[in-house]
Nanobody, 120 residues
Framework: QVQLVESGGGLVQTGGSLRLSCVAS????????MRWYRQAPGNQRELVAG???????TYGASVKGRFTISRDNAKKTVYLQMNSLKPEDTAVYYC??????????????WGQGTLVTVSS
C-alpha cells in the first residue's frame, strides 16, 4: 500500500505565500512523476504543476511564474511553493504520484487534499 499525505494549507491574504508538502510512504520501489492538482468548488480538478524524478517541471498557465514545484527524491517528498497568491487560487490542493510498488505494480496514488484559502 502507498500513501500520500499533504500538509501546509491554510488561510493567507492576497499577495501572500504558502508552501505545500506531500510525503509518500508505504511499499514504494520508485516514484516517477509527482504532481499537484487543485479543485475549487464547482470546478473540475486541474493540474497545477508536475515534476519528474529527473527534475523536469511543468506548470498550468494560471500559476506559471508564481508557483514552483520541487522534490526531494530521498525523502519521497514534493513541494509546491506558492507566491503572489490570488483569491482565485483558493481550492483544495491534491498531491498525485505515479509509483512503482515493491510488488512491481505501477500505481497512481492520490492524497487526501489540503485546503488553501486566499482572502481578498
Amino acid at each position: 500500500q502507498v500513501q500520500l499525505v499533504e500538509s501546509g494549507g491554510g488561510l493567507v491574504q492576497t499577495g501572500g505565500s504558502l508552501r505545500l508538502s506531500c510525503v509518500a510512504s508505504g511499499n514504494i520501489k520508485g516514484i516517477n512523476t509527482m504532481r499537484w492538482y487543485r479543485q475549487a468548488p464547482g470546478n473540475q480538478r486541474e493540474l497545477v504543476a508536475g515534476c519528474t524524478s529527473g527534475g523536469t517541471t511543468t506548470y498550468g498557465a494560471s500559476v506559471k511564474g508564481r508557483f514552483t514545484i520541487s522534490r526531494d527524491n530521498a525523502k519521497k517528498t514534493v513541494y509546491l511553493q506558492m507566491n503572489s497568491l490570488k483569491p482565485e487560487d483558493t481550492a483544495v490542493y491534491y498531491c498525485n504520484a505515479d509509483t512503482l510498488t515493491t510488488q512491481l505494480r505501477y500505481l497512481e496514488v492520490w492524497g487526501q487534499g489540503t485546503l488553501v484559502t486566499v482572502s481578498s
